[in-house]
């Protein structure tokens, strides 16, 4: 669903950008004030996992569509709506910057419709209340669909409502959002499944992961470590082999598009300064366009999993607890796993 800036006009994308922006801000004050874990490395292999995951491209039978995970109602069932938001976001980021997967004028509409609208929205408004674990498998499953299935449509809604405001005349907008929306139904089920089969693993194998919020229990060092592993191994499994087996097939956004201008790629229909300077940036820092290297895959999740990593431990560095006198001043720093 990652938009190009040929989609949109340069003031709803310096809108959208704005309010991606300030996102971005709200979460890392959400982040930095209530984490009472060291979250940080979870955040970046989670990162990781999450973008080698999305480069799985998977036919939707019939269609000559296919799609891809999003991620964002399995990564703030582990990691919280405001840290998944900003995982999240950082690899939406990675992919524009780096591969150039969506526009760089677009980003902000990018950040918004895939990372907002499934953990901002959909996970707090339909996955948790929903969903208290420890939980029967089939339950796991359901709502796990039912709230990824939300989280796309929503953001399939925002792409149809921003092209309408940007005046896109070639994509109309009651027809772009019928097919948006069914072919996005579609995707949203094959992700809930895959969410639910990868919650009903970490259930049985860390379960005090998928319910940290409501937990004071301190998470177990070891079987932490297992999971950081695990879940490490996975990405580079999904980014440096299973990748090579992705589907070819339009994603659903250009298949959408497809079907009413007859091509995935349509012509920009406004040009600004704004938009030439995005795009000049974007042609500098992309040095691997339209993931062309081999090993793309891996390439991607490390840099996901450094950016990640070093931006929270910043973000963390000097969030620790406070002394209490009464003990020596012996209290542990916040963020330590016991």
């Given at each position: 669903m990652h938009m190009s800036d040929a989609l949109l006009s340069a003031p709803v994308a310096i809108v959208a950008d704005v309010v991606a922006a300030s996102l971005l801000v709200a979460a890392s004050v959400k982040v930095k004030k209530d984490s009472k874990e060291n979250i940080v490395p979870l955040m970046g292999v989670m990162g990781a996992f999450i973008f080698a995951a999305q480069m799985l491209n998977f036919s939707i039978p019939g269609t000559g569509s296919s799609g891809h995970i999003v991620g964002g109602i399995l990564l703030a069932s582990m990691l919280g709506p405001w840290a998944a938001f900003?995982?999240?976001?950082?690899?939406?980021?990675?992919?524009?910057?780096?591969f150039a997967d969506g526009g760089l004028m677009a980003i902000g509409c990018n950040i918004i419709n895939m990372a907002a609208m499934s953990t901002l929205v959909a996970y707090p408004l339909v996955f948790r209340p929903l969903m208290k674990f420890p939980a029967a498998g089939w339950k796991t499953m359901a709502v796990s669909m039912l709230a990824c299935v939300v989280g796309l449509e929503l953001g399939?809604?925002?792409?149809?409502?921003?092209t309408a405001a940007s005046g896109i005349s070639a994509l109309p907008a009651a027809k772009f959002l019928m097919l948006m929306l069914g072919i996005h139904l579609a995707i949203g089920l094959c992700e809930g499944l895959a969410t639910g089969v990868v919650l009903m693993f970490v259930g049985k194998s860390m379960p005090s992961l998928l319910h940290r919020e409501e937990s004071k229990r301190p998470l177990n060092r070891a079987k932490y470590r297992k999971v950081l592993i695990g879940f490490g191994i996975a990405a580079l499994v999904m980014g440096g082999l299973l990748a090579f087996f992705a589907s070819s097939d339009p994603d659903g956004l250009e298949w959408s598009i497809m079907k009413l201008a007859g091509t995935p790629d349509i012509d920009?229909?406004?040009?600004?300064?704004?938009?030439q300077g995005t795009a000049t940036v974007q042609s500098t820092t992309?040095?691997?366009?339209?993931?062309?290297?081999?090993?793309s895959g891996i390439i991607g999740a490390f840099m996901?999993?450094?950016?990640?990593?070093?931006?929270?431990?910043?973000?963390?560095?000097?969030?620790?607890?406070?002394?209490?006198?009464?003990?020596?001043?012996?209290?542990?720093?916040?963020?330590?796993?016991?």
């Open positions: 900003l995982t999240l976001s950082s690899v939406i980021i990675i992919q524009c910057l780096v399939a809604c925002m792409v149809t409502l921003e920009a229909e406004y040009t600004s300064l704004f938009s992309a040095i691997m366009p339209d993931y062309e290297n081999t090993f996901v999993l450094l950016i990640v990593w070093a931006f929270c431990s910043l973000l963390m560095r000097r969030k620790t607890a406070t002394v209490n006198p009464a003990n020596g001043g012996n209290e542990p720093r916040e963020g330590s796993i016991e």
